[in-house]
């Protein structure tokens, strides 16, 4: 359990060294014929969306409860809406500011783990589908060039759901042997890359 929670260490101080060797490249992909697969590797080669889908899993952990099926569930929920209106053109190649909204989004979901904020379930809910609505549409703007839109859709959904699972899981152990100091400090972590990834906008 200690090798665990010292790897999880390393990986969340790393994201901000990881991310400082420039901007994360996530909406770049050549995706003329893509599929599934294009769909499963956008958000895990892209690390805006890696880093942000893996907090949402530990700021749910750390809620406890239902938010720990709610948060995630409604990341997914409203990430898919915002992709079906990026594919529909709404919103023209992409919502205002939809980059410095995702980087603020890792900025924000790291500063709520670092400050173990507690919400109504319905009101957390609420705060990580505005930031999805914007990973969504980032990953819908791309869509119309894929061969199958459906199966790229289903793969990005997919992988979102897994990181959330890796993260909420991260979270749960981490919690499970009283570790809240380290649980923050992943937090912190993660803030420093929205912070990164904001002024490499």
């Given at each position: 359990m200690n090798k665990f929670l010292g790897l999880?260490?390393?990986?969340?101080?790393?994201?901000?060294?990881?991310?400082?060797?420039?901007?994360?490249?996530?909406?770049?992909?050549?995706?003329?014929?893509a599929g599934f697969v294009a769909g499963f590797g956008h958000p895990l080669l892209g690390?805006?969306?890696?880093?942000?889908?893996?907090a949402v899993g530990l700021w749910a952990a750390q809620q406890g409860g239902r938010a720990q099926w709610a948060v995630p569930f409604g990341f997914v929920v409203a990430m898919t809406?915002?992709?079906a209106l990026g594919m529909l053109g709404i919103g023209g190649s992409g919502l205002p500011y939809v980059e410095i909204g995702i980087a603020a989004s890792v900025l924000l979901l790291g500063v709520l783990v670092l400050g173990?904020?507690?919400?109504?379930?319905?009101?957390?809910?609420?705060?990580?589908?505005?930031?999805?609505?914007?990973?969504?549409?980032?990953?819908?703007?791309?869509?119309?060039?894929?061969?199958?839109?459906?199966?790229?859709?289903a793969g990005f959904v997919l992988a979102t759901s897994l990181i959330h699972a890796v993260g909420l899981f991260t979270g749960r152990v981490i919690r499970g042997v009283g570790e809240g100091a380290l649980l923050r400090l992943a937090g912190g972590a993660v803030a420093a890359s929205g912070l990164v990834l904001l002024a490499a906008v």
């Open positions: 999880s260490l390393a990986i969340a101080l790393a994201l901000p060294a990881v991310l400082a060797a420039g901007p994360a490249e996530a909406h770049l992909l050549g995706l003329r014929g690390l805006d969306h890696l880093i942000a889908m893996f809406a915002g992709g173990r904020a507690v919400m109504p379930v319905a009101v957390g809910t609420a705060v990580v589908a505005v930031f999805a609505l914007l990973h969504g549409h980032a990953h819908g703007t791309e869509l119309p060039l894929a061969a199958s839109p459906v199966a790229y859709a």
